[in-house]
């Protein structure tokens, strides 16, 4: 699939001799990432919101000082090698380029539309960031900004005693820090509008008339800014419904939580998902369980081996992903504990699913079996209505899950 029908050919452009005051008010457009500059003699580069953001130049600077010199692309590009590009150059707006003039521009948010329908193939336990870095609501604003700057990251999960209790964005505090001290704050929710995206909810009130003190803007709790409505989602989430969350709540991340605890153990935004798309073959494991601890009886390689007995009934069928879920409900029977399994199974010939709940994890994994095995014979799959594009596209998608 190449970008052909992705890119668009509207986009920001300014002269490099433009003052970056002027170029910062067009970033009140919420889903403008980045804007092209260019000079008498064509392109020059890109200057991108968070670059703008956590820049120290005078707003007389000309926006040229500022172009960054992303990779530049042909709208015949191949959407893994845009992927890859994106990912390498730290750029998620990337210019489409033919002799030197600029026809559109190929963002990651048209990568990420383009080919969700085929990201049921990989869940969050592939791709989120489980080194969290987050705050407490009583880490100053400061020691946040410092935290966000040095991990390159745009987003900070507030946590307390274990317990996620909101999250703080780069561009909040960029804006809060930096805006004219002059400004009276009445705790008003809307004085963060246009930088960044929020997660819906309402931030804390309160802040008080802060005329120009700077210091003291810095040394304010994260609990008087973060938002408290935080989206999270589990590791064995699929990525489309994750993109789809992303893409509704108009948000870039997702704090991970724990399958059995709800507890904060990452976060996953629109670049880890990017990444995905530059995986191989040898990156990941195609069968992932979640509760292998409830089957004592049963190892990792007996499980992925039950599956491809599963798919081996079929005929010529290649498993591209299967998760297997394991939730144990409270509810006994002669001190055997009720169990659900899920199975979700994308291969090459299709996506089937079924669910098995019993008394004991054995029991409920080898009823789901049976009734994938069931869907497998009978080749009811339900990628087949699933999938929005031609055949021939999904191929070419499945094949990266498989390396080609």
Known sequence: MDICKIFSTEFTEFDAGTPLSKVAGTFENRELDAVVVTDGEGYRGVVNRRQLA???????????????????????????????????????????????????????????????????????????????????????????????REGRITHLPVVDDGSLVGILSLYDVIEFTTRNGSRSQGGSSDIFGGHGDRQSGKSHDGFGAREGDSDRMLDLPVRNLMSDAVATVRRSAPLDEVVETMFDQGISSLVVTADETDKPIGIITKTDVIKALTW??????????????????????????????????????????????????????????????????VTDRGYFTADGE???????????????????????????SKKRSEKNEQEQLYGWWLGG
């Open 280 to 345: 191989e073959q040898d990156d990941r494991r195609d069968v992932q369980v979640f509760g292998l601890d409830l089957l004592d009886e049963m190892d990792y390689d007996e499980v992925s081996a039950l599956i491809e007995s599963v798919v081996s009934k079929y005929g010529e069928m290649t498993v591209i992903k299967a998760s297997i879920e394991l939730q144990e409900h409270k509810e006994q029977f002669r001190g055997v504990p009720l169990v659900l399994a899920r199975i979700r199974l």
């Open 358 to 384: 019993g008394f004991g994890a054995a029991h409920a994994l080898r009823l789901a079996t049976n009734a994938v095995e069931r869907q497998v014979l009978k080749g009811k799959t339900y990628g087949k």
């Open 54 to 148: 956590s820049s120290s130049n005078q707003p007389s600077a000309k926006v040229g000082s500022q172009a960054q010199h992303v990779p530049i692309v042909d709208r015949t590009e191949d959407v893994r090698e845009v992927a890859r590009l994106m990912i390498g150059s730290d750029a998620k707006t990337l210019p489409v380029v033919d002799d030197d003039r600029v026809l559109g521009v190929v963002t990651g948010d048209a990568v990420l539309e383009a080919v969700r329908p085929f990201l049921d193939a990989v869940t969050v336990e592939d791709a989120y960031t489980t080194e969290l870095v987050s705050a407490t609501p009583e880490t100053t604003i400061g020691k946040a900004l410092n935290s966000l």
